[in-house]
């Protein structure tokens, strides 16, 4: 952090960073990258039924408001000029989907968090009309029909949301990811506020065509998505609005700042580890996993399970990139549900604690397919499942296993990643909150054999968003030329096992995950309903195996 005396600073870059479980707000100096405060807020999670994963748009928008103010209240404090920001970026969790009207300003419906599964039987109904021998939804888009992406939990509140259809047919109905919806909010909202979206962001809707950089029309017509509401696409790195404080936020010098800068969150991890060059990669480790390996200026399509993406725009007249993504849907939420699902951890940070008493999870595999298999199985029947019990099994082997876990998803993707390439990589670029447990990055480098390479400032997210929102023309403050970009130092974890020990874990865990496909059906998972066996939540197989464990006397008080 800055001294309380500092010399005048050299231009500042402010970063919203809106993720699934947090808001934070950054800022940086652009001259040397120095991250110098930041403050962060949780965000709820609502589970409405089983499957479903919501979030309120107002909230979200509250803890941005309250972030900036708080950091530039900690920027006061630092004697620093909150008045040298010169722009803001924003990165956000990415596919989450909000609709909401344009002449109030209140959102129509919660958003629809990435994670939710309610679409599934959308999906299988849609497949059956994608022919076998022309699937243009991936061709056009990069992605396989799934839950995941935005279009069909769109088409899910067109069907079933009366708000959203009446807005619709008034004309009143907005739609965008979490993105636009800040921006909006942030350049005025129902006052002008500017209605847009990056390419990034865009390729993650389903409705997007990463080939001609467009809302596709043939691609709405098959989603029956009414082109009107869609925001406009812009590059990831220009000046779309300005900032107008109508909340009253004591932030008021950042009144009239641009908002240059729009990356969803991997892709501005990518941009923040500056993999810049064609096969340079990153893993992010946040609610989800993310393996992106940049592919440079062409599109190249997985045959491996992964998808093919926007990797970043950086500015109007500037090539896109494109990048392989691997996508693990439970990491850092594997230990959310730890903490509150099941209480074994009072914070998060207990985990490594937990984990370190045992050094190993004594044969306890846990699968976290709270939301199905993503990457690269795409499988929504999978639910979690913890297996290998026996009476010696603690709470502690359950920890341990749960960040094996988060590190043979990764294994699963890299090595998908790595036949898709033909260059195995030699090493991993890591970032994201759960880097900071050491324990975790140990474990990463075991089970990848390769070593794995952490930031020292691992907030690369937000620097990602910084950099493209002070590199845009018209603020210039940032340059992204190879010989200006900073140099940062590095923490390296060396694999300490050995091949063989690693490689029969990693069967172990195949031969887990195959255990959890195929729970659900579809009637199962649309209907909510506890009562069907198959779709019984994670926590009922656990505490069905302690039931057992725990003896007879106990048995008969339970109902």
């Not at 850092?332 to 008493?357: F, H, M, P, Q, Y």
């Not at 089970?447 to 950099?467: D, N, Q």
């Not at 002070?470 to 300490?496: K, Y």
């Amino acid at each position: 952090m800055a001294a309380a005396k500092k010399a005048v600073l050299g231009p500042l870059v402010g970063a919203v960073d809106q993720g699934t479980s947090s808001t934070r707000f950054l800022v940086f100096n652009s001259k040397t990258a120095e991250l110098l405060s930041h403050h962060q807020v949780e965000i709820k999670q609502e589970f409405p039924r089983e499957g479903w994963v919501e979030q309120d748009p107002k909230e979200i928008l509250q803890s941005v408001y309250e972030c900036i103010e708080k950091t530039c209240e900690k920027l006061g404090q630092l004697n620093i000029d909150i008045s040298n920001i010169k722009a803001i970026g924003v990165s956000n969790q990415r596919e989450t989907t909000v609709v909401w009207d344009k002449l109030t300003g209140e959102p129509l419906y919660n958003a629809v968090v990435w994670l939710d599964l309610r679409t599934q039987s959308t999906v299988e109904n849609l497949s059956k009309r994608i022919p076998g021998n022309n699937n243009f939804v991936k061709s056009k888009t990069g992605l396989p029909l799934s839950t995941y992406f935005s279009a069909v939990k769109l088409r899910w509140l067109l069907d079933n949301v009366r708000k959203v259809q009446r807005a619709v047919e008034e004309d009143r109905a907005l739609f965008g990811t979490i993105d636009s919806w800040l921006i909006w909010s942030l350049t005025g909202g129902a006052h002008g506020g500017v209605h847009c979206t990056d390419v990034t962001n865009a390729s993650r809707t389903m409705l997007f065509n990463i080939h001609s950089l467009e809302w596709d029309k043939e691609l709405c017509e098959f989603f029956e998505i009414p082109m009107k509401i869609l925001p406009n696409v812009r590059s990831s790195s220009e000046i779309y609005g300005l900032m107008k404080i109508s909340h009253s936020l004591k932030a008021g010098a950042l009144e009239g700042v641009p908002i240059s800068g729009c990356l969803g969150d991997q892709s501005a991890a990518l941009v923040g580890q500056m993999c810049f060059q064609d096969g340079q990669a990153k893993n992010t480790y946040g609610t989800g996993c993310f393996l992106l390996c940049n592919t440079g200026r062409k599109c190249v399509f997985s045959e491996h399970g992964l998808l093919t993406t926007v990797a970043y725009k950086l500015g109007r007249d500037k090539p896109v990139y494109y990048a392989l993504e691997g996508s693990v849907a439970i990491a850092g939420a594997v230990i959310r549900w730890l903490r509150d699902n099941l209480g074994i951890i009072k914070t998060s940070e207990e985990i490594e604690k937990l984990a370190k008493e045992v050094g190993t999870s004594y044969g306890c595999y846990f699968v976290p397919a709270f939301s199905g298999l993503y990457a690269p199985y795409w499988e929504p029947s999978a639910r979690g499942i913890i297996c290998g019990l026996t009476q010696f099994t603690n709470k502690c082997h359950i920890a341990f296993a749960a960040l094996e876990a988060v590190c043979f998803q990764t294994r699963e993707i890299l090595d998908a990643m790595n036949r898709d390439c033909g260059i195995p990589l030699s090493h991993l670029q890591v970032d994201g909150g759960m880097t900071n447990n050491k324990i975790l990055m140990q474990l990463q480098a075991d089970i990848l054999y390769i070593p794995v390479v952490k930031p020292s400032m691992p907030e690369t997210t937000a620097l990602g968003a910084a950099m493209a929102a002070g590199a845009a023309e018209g603020v210039g403050v940032w340059s992204l030329e190879p010989e200006d970009l900073s140099a940062v130092t590095m923490e390296r974890f060396e694999p300490q096992i050995n091949a063989e020990e690693s490689e029969i874990r990693y069967s172990t865990w195949k031969k887990a995950v195959m255990k959890s496909v195929g729970w659900v059906t579809t009637q199962s998972s649309e209907s909510g309903d506890p009562s069907i066996f198959c779709s019984l939540p994670l926590g009922f197989f656990i505490v069905s195996s302690m039931v057992m464990l725990i003896g007879a006397r106990y048995i008969s008080g339970i109902p």
